[in-house]
């Protein structure tokens, strides 16, 4: 059996914040840093935070006011040994590089134990924080299988004994170990490669919510981990 935490501050109950005992309000480091370290006391797999973009009166108060999951990962990672550390990451909303350079640091910080949520993000209302028109639902998939496809590739720039760092030899690279990405899709478009040495895992582990048929399709083609509600 795989355990997993998955993080909501101030709590997934809409009123969770309300009860005598609840540590209420926005950021809080030391309760992340806490939930973090008891869950991998406990033997859990992974400590996982979903994402968002909308905030206001209207909307659940986990998601007005909170961390970057990326950022907050890795101050986590500093404080733990074994446990997985997963986020959220938007294919329709980012770009490639983007991603797969902030994902392979997190696995580099914490020595192989990034993970990817890969989600196309649902709510239309996502897309006026971007200043863009919402994809409909089929073509987000679309759009995010080529999204995954664009980060391996950039994962895969360099070969793992690359960087060799050979003072005798004047040698910080070795020849022949770098790959370019050169893609050309649909929707992404990548030529160079990503700067950094590959990531301790190769790939992170990927992790996708397959709640529709197209999710689930996509999740079953591209996914380590498959989840749903």
């Known amino acids: 059996m795989r355990l997993g935490v998955f993080v ?8 969770g914040w309300r009860h005598p005992d609840a540590v209420a309000g926005g950021p809080n480091l030391a309760l992340m840093q806490h939930i973090a370290a008891t869950a991998e006391r406990g033997k859990f797999d992974m400590f996982f935070l979903g994402d968002g973009f909308a905030t206001g009166y209207g909307e659940h108060p986990s998601t007005i006011g909170k961390f970057e999951p990326l950022t907050l990962l890795a101050a986590l990672a500093m404080g733990t040994r074994r446990i997985g550390l997963a986020a959220t990451g938007s294919t329709t909303y980012a770009e490639p590089y983007h991603v797969a350079r902030a994902f392979a640091s997190l696995d580099h910080l914490s020595g192989g134990r990034a993970a990817w949520n890969v989600v196309t993000t649902a709510y239309a209302k996502s897309g006026a924080v971007f200043g863009r028109q919402h994809p409909p639902h089929a073509e987000r998939y679309a759009m995010a299988e080529e999204f995954v496809e664009a980060c391996r590739l950039l994962w895969d720039s360099w070969d793992d004994d690359a960087f060799v760092a050979d003072k005798a030899a004047g040698l910080f690279v070795r020849p022949g170990s770098l790959h370019v990405p050169d893609f050309n899709g649909k929707y992404f478009s990548i030529r160079g490669a990503l700067n950094m040495p590959r990531p301790p895992q190769g790939h992170p582990v990927l992790i996708q919510a397959g709640s529709s048929g197209p999710g689930q399709a996509l999740a079953a083609r591209i996914a380590d ?4 509600a």
């Open 8 to 15: 909501q501050t101030p709590g997934h109950h809409v009123g």
């Open 225 to 228: 981990v498959v989840f749903t």
